[in-house]
């Protein structure tokens, strides 16, 4: 079992689009309901097709990444829908059929779709599973 670190750019939750570049530990996302999340670990297989993802998006997917190897199967991300007392959620998810959150209240759990350089053109996401990242650090960029 196996979880990927990035860096992250060039994507949109909410309403929001401002230039950011985070640090994710991505799982794979197995349930998503209004009250919790699973992120499991991926498997040899859905790993190297991430891989390949992320070798297919590197505007997006900036930089190296690496692997982790682990015996856990994955962790349980309890967030419900109460509002984050911080001023960026602590998940991203990105799927085939985001939900982008709409209005001005940020969640610990933001849908993201990953867009070209100029924030103006959607870049397709063919993976078969879900994703979720757990942001480790993240800034603004001018």
Known sequence: MYTLNTQLTYFNYGVNSER?????KWYK???????????????????EEFKGFIDQNTLNFPGSYFVEQT???????????????SAFPYYLILSKNPKLNQGNSIYQAENITLMDENYKYTIDYPLDFDLIGKIEIFKSVK
């Open 71 to 85: 015996n856990a199967s994955g962790v349980d991300l309890l967030v419900t829908n109460d509002l984050s007392q």
């Open 20 to 24: 950011l570049i985070v640090n994710l």
């Open 29 to 47: 996302l197995e349930m998503f309901s209004n009250l919790s999340l699973q992120g499991l670990c991926f498997t040899g297989e859905e790993l």
